[in-house]
């Protein structure tokens, strides 16, 4: 036994890599049955990743714009903005949309109904003209649209249209044509369209309208604030618009705050508040005078 025990101690001090480090039998259990869950784990990980549902982008998130172009936010076609809800804005059930040569054929259709528009409604001015005007890429047209299912995509869809040219450097608009089809006249379209025209002007950084107006549609300019009075310096326009004979330049300043499609709601309101600070300051009321005498 001593000899044995020498035997195994000289063996040990000669090879030391060799010598067996004692495992206990019950680590060696816990450490296979740790691999074992971690393996049951990351198959139920993978399971339930699989089975995740996958997200899909909506139509809003894959359409959306490049951000650094604020004009074709603006742009956006307005078929049916009230979607279900009541409002009091008589401007939320107007069709309407921003028309530009772009090559496709829905805005191609409709630069056609505004040719066609503005060719009847505007008798005196040259066929040739209006046609390279509206079908020029630099010139877009606000149009309003008709409710009618059976024109729709059609060129009669057109049913009022105000054709422009934005100078952004300079930071004003030339109206070249705007014009309403006979059977929608009188029924305020024409206010509304100029309304609508004001408020797509602010998104696309324009601070004037400038137009040349014949002796017949200035009553209708001077309605929408339009004014003979030039204030915009001479030097932002001068060399960029054409002249006319026989036309009146008028002006019309677009405030930047001011919705255009809310003015009679806002006259309503302003009205109210000047009436109720009469009420709290005015005694006539309470005041009862003595009635005149006789005779």
Do not use: W
Request: with cysteine.
């Amino acid at each position: 036994m001593t000899e044995d025990s020498d035997s195994r101690k000289r063996k040990a001090e000669d090879d030391p890599e060799e010598d067996d480090v004692p495992v206990d039998a019950d680590d060696t259990e816990s450490e296979s049955k740790s691999e074992t869950n971690d393996a049951d784990e990351s198959s139920l990980v993978v399971q339930e990743s699989d089975s995740s549902p996958k997200v899909t982008p909506t139509i809003e998130e894959s359409n959306d714009p490049d951000p650094a172009d604020p004009v074709e936010t603006a742009v956006k076609e307005t078929e049916d903005v009230s979607n279900g809800e009541e409002d009091d804005n008589p401007y939320s059930k107007i069709r309407r949309c921003i028309v530009k040569n772009d090559g496709t054929e829905q805005n191609m259709v409709r630069l056609i109904g505004l040719k066609n528009l503005f060719s009847k409604q505007l008798p005196k001015m040259p066929k040739d003209y209006i046609v390279r005007l509206v079908f020029d890429r630099r010139h877009k047209s606000l149009a309003i649209l008709s409710n009618d299912p059976k024109v729709k995509g059609t060129d009669d869809e057109i049913i009022g249209g105000i054709c422009y040219r934005a100078y952004h450097d300079m930071r004003f608009a030339e109206i070249a044509f705007c014009a309403v089809s006979q059977a929608q006249q009188v029924k305020g379209y024409g206010t509304k369209l100029m309304n609508l025209l004001k408020m797509h002007a602010v998104t696309e950084g324009v601070e004037y309208f400038i137009t040349y107006a014949d002796n017949y549609a200035t009553g209708y300019f001077k309605k929408q604030g339009f004014t003979r009075t030039i204030t915009m310096p001479k030097s932002r326009f001068h060399g960029l618009i054409k002249d006319y004979d026989g036309g009146t330049l008028m002006e019309c300043y677009v405030h930047p705050s001011i919705d255009y499609t809310r003015i009679p709601q806002m006259i309503k309101a302003q009205r109210e508040f000047i009436l109720q600070r009469i009420r709290t300051i005015s005694k006539s009321d309470k005041i009862i005078y003595p009635p005149l005498p006789k005779g």
